[in-house]
């Protein structure tokens, strides 16, 4: 072993004294790895980042439609809350409307019923007044007609004789009627 020192030792020096760095690399190892790394980075650069990058839009792009497709969603959303409120305040105002036309329909209607009521009521009374009139009348007749034979019964017993003319009773009745209408008419 100690031959193997001395004959390197003779040649130029110890074995491991130029050994390559372990950080830097040889020349030739370099020039070959930056070939494929070249290679890798074209096609990346030409096949791979494009698509990326179109991804990248597409999503970009779904979510700007997304968002304004929310926005319009958003804002129908919004016309159609302040379209069905105008059409609530629409149908509010309408219902207070023929509640109001129900009420003055209503009172037209009682109204209405009460002229009817009070019209029927007056021909009413007047129909019984005219019957009671009419009645009257009948009972004044019939009490006239037996006034006048009671007081021709009474006259001729008070007379002694018989009136039997019917010109003479007629008259002798009419005066007698007549002079009770003038008594009854001076006591009221």
């Not at 040649?11 to 050994?19: H, R, V």
């Not at 930056?34 to 494009?50: C, G, R, T």
């Not at 009420?103 to 009460?114: E, T, V, Y």
């Amino acid at each position: 072993m100690t031959n193997y020192f001395l004959l390197a030792a003779a040649e130029g020096g110890l074995p491991l004294e130029d050994a390559p760095s372990p950080l830097i690399p040889p020349l030739y190892d370099i020039v070959w790895s930056l070939i494929p790394f070249a290679v890798i980075l074209v096609v990346f650069w030409k096949a791979i980042l494009p698509k990326f990058q179109e991804v990248l839009h597409q999503r970009e792009d779904q979510i700007e439609g997304g968002i304004q497709r929310a926005e319009a969603a958003q804002a129908e959303a919004k016309a159609a809350l302040e379209k069905y409120n105008a059409q609530l305040a629409e149908a509010r105002t309408e219902a207070a409307q023929i509640r109001d036309d129900a009420r003055s329909q209503g009172q037209k209607i009682i109204a209405d019923m009460k002229a009817q009521a009070t019209d029927e009521s007056n021909r009413i009374i007047e129909s019984g007044n005219k019957q009671l009139e009419a009645q009257r009348s009948a009972v004044v007749a019939d009490l006239r007609k037996e006034m006048g034979e009671n007081s021709i019964t009474l006259a001729e017993r008070l007379l002694g004789e018989q009136l039997s003319d019917d010109v003479k009773r007629s008259g002798t009745i009419d005066n007698f009627l007549a002079d009770l209408d003038r008594v009854g008419n001076a006591g009221k």
